[in-house]
């Protein structure tokens, strides 16, 4: 309790994730990365998640020059990654071939500590991916998904924990999504975690709820070593407390950060004026959303279904899909919200309440959630929507990756020469859609911003295709079906994950 609780600031990854949908380019990180880089935080998180991506599709980026450009840019600091687990940076099991390889170089680019989640706390999804991590010499963080429901409790918690130490976490991150804890269960979890393992333990959690602030000085306060925060102009809403409120509430106090003031308020009002160049994306809310402690949804899922909802004339639906949330979630065995999980449990409960009957158009992704391809969820299915759902087969109970042939040879065979390294295979392993046009641009030597501008466009135009397929009195309800055929990402919960 005597050392200075650790920081690391999320502002060049979940905060502007979180905030404006992963749209900062790489060129408005670089200007302050020299201030960033002498603050002295225990991390910076700044690629994974929805990061990856996003760079190719939205901002005509290469995710790993990103990596590269901002490791040269901040050589004091140790940089940190979000990882899906067997899900890396994408939206589904990827073979352990691609996993191996993704981490591999990840590592040999700039990253230092991989925060390694599942988004049903399945162990087996995370195994792999921890393994190749200590292998190549880095830091494995094991993450709990923090939930709630009837069967999650500290006591469960606590044995995940034990059981990730046992599979050689290097430390534990207890992932607080949607900002559900609260305060007096944060200083019971973080006692538990204490008391079950000698690892460190960090916290990260979200401000939607309006309580991050309070969990973050409770957990201090009981004996966390690390804790995740975002500068100040970056902070609050979605995002993660503001640094330096934290640093500020625990100077002189056994806790103390050290960490200087000044320097940070001078990151602050730089990324204030960043922050004004990407107003058009953020959700418009104008504060804390309670909804999130009633309906278990994330801020940037609860965005997204308003901006769905309203393409498909169906903003009145917008309680009723709320409210279905939980049903689903329950049928579906309590499954954390968080990426892809999220987009499973609120893309069918959309799908639920929109076409009038419950599972009348099942997606694939729920298809495959329901036999097991995600891995093992924390409660029981609902044998009966099982039924309703996938019939008569037989739900798969190995991991699910051991069922996945090897992918990296293939993906190199399809791309070709428009690969022009490891990491260019990679991205069209993980992204083929994406990485593809992405590719011939760079080939054709297109510059960075015609490829925005590309993206841009392509954006719009598919935008207007959907709206003019599913406008009212245009036939949006077989406009659901056809989005329900395609990834979950496409009805609207995608890159806002987490």
């Known amino acids: ?181 609260a305060p007096y269960a944060t200083e019971e979890l973080v006692r538990a975690l204490k008391q079950r393992i000698s690892i460190p333990v960090q916290l990260h959690t979200h401000y939607t709820s309006g309580m991050a602030s309070m969990v973050l000085l409770k957990a201090a306060e009981t004996g966390v070593d690390i804790v995740d925060t975002a500068i100040s102009s970056m902070a609050l809403l979605t995002s993660q407390a503001p640094t330096e409120s934290l640093v500020s509430a625990l100077q ?27 107003l058009r994306f953020e959700s418009g809310m104008a504060g804390v959303d309670v ?36 049903r689903v979630r329950k049928e579906m065995g309590y499954p954390p919200l968080v990426t892809p999980s999220s987009q499973i449990v609120g893309t069918q409960a959309t799908l639920n309440v929109v076409l009038g009957k419950r599972y009348k158009v099942v997606p694939e992704e729920v298809k495959n959630y329901f036999r097991g391809y995600y891995g093992r969820p924390p409660a029981p299915i609902d044998a009966e929507i099982r039924r309703q759902v996938i019939g008569d087969e037989e739900p798969i109970d190995c991991r699910p990756a051991d069922r996945i042939a090897p992918g990296l040879e293939k993906a190199r065979e399809e791309i070709g020469t428009l690969a022009q390294s490891e990491e260019d295979v990679l991205s069209y392993a993980l992204f083929p859609q994406v990485a593809r046009p992405f590719l011939k641009l760079r080939q054709r030597g297109i510059d960075r911003s015609e490829a925005i501008v590309a993206a841009v466009a392509a954006r719009l135009l598919k935008e207007r295709e959907r709206t003019q397929v599913t406008a009212p009195g245009t036939g949006g309800r077989s406009g659901w079906k056809a989005a329900a055929g395609s990834s979950c990402g496409s009805i609207g919960w995608g890159v806002g994950g987490i």
């Not at 991916?129 to 500290?154: C, D, W």
């Not at 949804?297 to 169906?314: F, H, Y």
């Open 291 to 326: 909804n999130v402690l009633e309906f278990q949804i994330p801020g940037g899922m609860l965005s997204n279904l308003v901006s769905q909802l309203r393409e498909q004339g169906a903003e009145d639906k917008y309680m009723e899909v709320l409210a279905e949330v939980p």
């Open 1 to 181: 309790m005597a050392e200075s609780l650790r920081i690391t600031d999320t502002v060049l990854r979940d905060a502007h994730q979180s905030l404006f949908a992963t749209r900062m380019s790489t060129d408005d990180m670089l200007p302050i990365t020299g201030e960033l880089d002498e603050v002295g935080f225990h991390s910076l998180e700044m690629w994974g998640g929805a990061t990856f991506d996003s760079a190719m599709r939205f901002l005509g980026e290469d995710p790993w020059e990103r990596l590269r450009r901002l490791r040269e840019a901040l050589p004091k600091t140790k940089l940190q990654m979000l990882l899906r687990g067997q899900n890396l940076v994408g939206y589904r099991h990827y073979p352990d071939d691609v996993v191996e390889s993704f981490v591999v170089q990840a590592a040999r680019n700039g990253i230092d500590i991989f925060r390694i989640f599942d988004a049903l706390n399945d162990p087996r999804n995370m195994r792999y991916a921890m393994e190749i991590v200590k292998r190549e010499g880095k830091h494995a963080q094991a993450t709990l998904s923090y939930t709630l429901s009837p069967f999650h409790s500290i006591e469960k918690f606590a044995d995940l924990a034990g059981e990730l130490a046992k599979m050689g976490a290097d430390s534990i991150c207890i992932k607080d999504m949607a900002g559900l804890l």
């Open 252 to 278: 002189d106090t056994p806790r103390d950060t050290k960490l200087d003031l000044a320097r940070l308020a001078r990151i602050a009002r730089y990324f204030a004026d960043v922050r004004r160049r990407y």
